[in-house]
């Protein structure tokens, strides 16, 4: 994925399209996440696909197994390229989420990729010891996760850059990467707690990045996108 993708993080299409009015008909990697897509629904992603865009699906999906299996086969129907579920669901509800796509994807079309979220970038590890009881290191437990992920035949998993580069040694080359938390050195961190700028992400071996405020609430989102672009690409 060359291009970061942005985090079209609006309460419905109109403040969503407004905001994609400055790049023109500019093809771009765009996230959809609960907020818009329960606001908007399905009709508003197969918008964005007919435009060219390319879509991550974010909605994190964690239930039972046959749940999520019958839901990620109505997913796939939209053609997105990207979805992910909750890690923490377990290696035989990634297992189902990864059959239901294979079964919903259309004819002559490819499969979505699908990652899976192992901790939260807004998780500190004190917080995910004492609130998750979880009594290993934060890194350890996203590995953990990581490789659980790869067992279950998904691509990928959302992790923090710091912990890309070790989730590579221990998975493959080939395993995605897909890592939040990235700010300009200018940026304020607002909730997150392990950022990143675009280039660090690339140095720790990030296969993705996903931004989201730092264009979307510039002055100037198109520059602002640039600036990201060719901090990612050095």
């Not at 659980?148 to 990467?177: H, M, N, P, W, Y």
């Amino acid at each position: 994925m060359d291009k970061p993708i942005i985090a079209l993080d609006f309460p419905n299409a109109s403040e969503a399209e407004a905001f994609l009015k400055s790049f023109g008909k500019e093809p771009l990697a765009l996230k959809i996440g609960m907020e818009l897509f329960f606001s908007e629904g399905p009709e508003f992603v197969l918008k964005l696909k007919e435009a060219g865009h390319f879509i991550f699906l974010d909605l994190k999906l964690h239930d039972i197994p046959n749940t999520v299996k019958s839901a990620m086969r109505s997913l796939a129907k939209l053609g997105v390229d990207l979805v992910n579920v909750h890690a923490a669901g377990g290696k035989q509800m990634m297992m189902e989420a990864l059959s239901g796509l294979k079964e919903g994807t259309l004819a002559g079309k490819s499969r979505p990729k699908l990652i899976a979220v192992t901790q939260l970038t807004s998780t500190s590890e004190q917080e995910m010891q004492q609130e998750q009881l979880i009594p290993v290191s934060l890194e350890d437990s996203v590995l953990h996760y990581s490789k659980l992920a790869e067992e279950a035949g998904l691509d990928g998993v959302v992790c923090s850059s710091f912990e890309a580069k070790r989730i590579k040694e221990q998975t493959s080359d080939a395993f995605l990467c897909v890592t939040p938390g990235i700010r300009l050195a200018s940026d304020s961190k607002n909730d997150q707690k392990r950022v990143v700028t675009p280039k660090e992400a690339r140095n720790l071996h990030a296969s993705a990045i996903v931004v989201g405020r730092p264009i979307t609430r510039a002055e100037n989102p198109k520059v602002a996108y640039e600036r990201v672009l060719k901090e990612w690409e050095i």
